[in-house]
């Protein structure tokens, strides 16, 4: 699956930072008494304290840092109002998601980490409905493949989720099919809001939207393939969309080696699938053939 875990290896050596940093921390503050200094040290580390300089190696300490930057964007909110500060605000908002966002990695129970994206998509789709794209255009793409990306990142755990269960309930295939396809809009969003006044695509995409866009096709493709029905025309039709969005990145990256530079990860699956795709479709064809 495309589910992020902790590497636990990494996650020692940097224990083993942390007890280190406390060591030296406390020959700090044996110095600071010895020379009579200790109330100005013991004022300065409280505020150092609050956010250290190390990596957080386990939830308890991601939360304790999730928690100091989280009272920072509340009061953030509050000056940034939206009706007056809309550009500030709806950074903050995003700031606010990028916490929850980077918290649900240290999370281990993955319907915690669903809810934690959960939370993301509530506060981002509410400023989203907000803001007029005529007048924020640049803030409403931002938004468009951030919610979507929240919507793919719970996919993801979901079908994580279900592949543990002995069989997938009506509630789970709706639950995934839902998330699926929410995510699709948001990214088709994203890729609208890119189409000239004839609304044709562009032939050639601007460098900041580039990798956003082609990332935007490449996760349409791989959402099409987690729809889950039992109806071979629908999977076919499914499995046509992930081929056509396979091989739009695939023939982009092939127009503009630029682009293959950007999408160096995702290209070498997306030709893979491209060309492993249309067997399976084959396949349904025959027994749709054999069916009739």
Known sequence: DDVGELDWDRQEELKIQLKKEEEEKEQGRKSAVLFGSSETF??????EEKVSCTYPVDFTKAREVFLVGQ????EAKEFFQ?????????????????????LAFFEEDQERRCKMHKRRIDM??????????QYYLLVCRQL????????YEMMELKVSIANRLDELDSHNIKKINHLVQSAITYYNLFLESLKNSEKK???????DVLRPALVCKFRIGWLYSKMITSDPKTQLGNLEQSVDCYRFVVDYCKR??????????????????????????????AKLVAFV
Do not use: W
């Open 201 to 207: 695509f562009p032939e050639l995409l601007e460098a």
């Open 256 to 285: 503009q080696p630029e682009a293959a530079k950007v999408m160096e990860p995702e290209l070498e699956l997306c030709a893979e699938m491209a060309t492993l795709l249309p067997a399976r479709m084959e396949k349904l064809r």
């Open 124 to 133: 981002l789709e509410a400023v989203y409905k907000e803001v007029n794209p």
């Open 42 to 47: 013991d004022l300065i580390q409280s505020v």
């Open 144 to 151: 468009q493949f951030e919610i979507g990306d929240a919507f």
């Open 82 to 102: 939206l009706d007056d500060h809309v550009t500030d605000h709806i950074e903050v908002v995003q700031d606010h998601s990028a916490l929850f966002k980077t």
């Open 71 to 74: 009272n920072y964007v509340q």
